[in-house]
């Protein structure tokens, strides 16, 4: 079962360029089964509640975003996760898409 982000309402601001997904070897990640080059964009998240930065990872071509834009996460997917008595939640999402004629005031 996939939980996908409702991203009405919701202001996402790029905080940070995107950078490769990498393993704990410094590699960086490829998404099973394709093969794609994963990418981590670090966002800031404003809607009627307040704001918050997370990261969220996409796989193929680098997403051509940079600090200060507006975006659209496109299939915006939350996973949950828990290790070694961690947890957490997990941002993925198909794309990252600009908004057009929009900027961060």
């Known amino acids: 079962m996939k939980l996908y982000v ?3 309402g919701k202001q996402v601001t790029v905080s940070m360029d995107p950078t490769p997904k990498n393993d704990q070897n410094g590699n ?3 998404e099973k089964g394709t093969g794609r080059l994963m990418w981590s964009t670090q966002v800031f998240v404003l809607d009627e509640t307040g704001g918050e930065v997370i990261t969220i990872t996409t796989a193929g ?3 051509n975003v940079t600090v200060g ?8 997917e939350a996973i949950p996760w828990a290790t070694n008595g961690r947890s957490g939640i ?5 794309e990252l898409k ?3 004629g929009a900027s961060a005031k």
């Not at 834009?69 to 915006?76: A, G």
């Not at 997990?90 to 198909?94: D, K, L, M, S």
């Open 90 to 94: 997990a941002y993925r999402a198909t």
């Open 69 to 76: 834009q507006l975006v659209s996460p496109i299939q915006w």
């Open 28 to 30: 960086q990640r490829s």
């Open 6 to 8: 409702d991203g009405k």
């Open 61 to 63: 071509e680098k997403p």
């Open 98 to 100: 600009t908004v057009a």
